[in-house]
């Protein structure tokens, strides 16, 4: 989807939220827990599974669960960090605090790196990842020496 018809989607946090909704339930709804899907919706907008009573949210057992960022933009600094824009860059075009972006970014790279490592069997011991840090700017935020790096893949 591109970025206008993104941010057209997730105009505001009620919409976001029910896009995230939607992409987290895109196969039914069931039990973060135990995958199933006798569930019943409570007052609070949590959800009780009936097979194994755990009560659960629409984001409980994902990355997003602890996360602070309004839903609207959040979806748009995952659009933003999939076309390579720093976290400071990211920070600044939605204005959001550059610390919590960056813990958004690390969080989605630390998805990637457990999506695209189904077969833990490979990845045993020390990872080594041909990337090069290279310093394109410093500069100081809120009184604090912030230096924006991107990464480049070596070979
Ligand atoms: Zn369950």
């Not at 941010?7 to 909704?21: D, G, I, M, P, W």
């Not at 992409?23 to 009936?50: E, F, H, P, T």
């Not at 659960?56 to 960022?69: A, V």
């Not at 813990?103 to 041909?130: C, P, W, Y």
Request: aromatic share 10%.
């Amino acid at each position: 989807m591109d970025i206008l018809k993104l941010s057209k989607t997730v105009s505001n946090e009620q919409n976001a939220f029910k896009f995230l909704k939607n992409l987290r339930w895109s196969d039914g709804l069931k039990c973060s827990r135990c995958n199933s899907k006798s569930i019943v919706k409570l007052k609070d907008k949590r959800y009780l599974c009936l097979n194994c009573k755990a009560r659960f949210s629409d984001l409980s057992g994902t990355y997003l669960s602890s996360n602070k960022i309004p839903f609207d933009k959040l979806i748009l600094a995952v659009k933003l960090f999939v076309l390579g824009l720093s976290a400071l860059e990211t920070s600044g075009e939605l204005n959001l605090n550059y610390k919590t972006v960056l813990s958004l970014f690390d969080t989605m790279r630390l998805a990637i790196f457990h999506f695209n490592s189904d077969d833990k069997s490979q990845l045993s011991g020390e990872i080594e990842v041909d990337m090069r840090p290279i310093l394109v700017a410093k500069g100081m935020v809120n009184k604090a020496e912030v230096h924006l790096i991107k990464y480049q893949f070596l070979g």
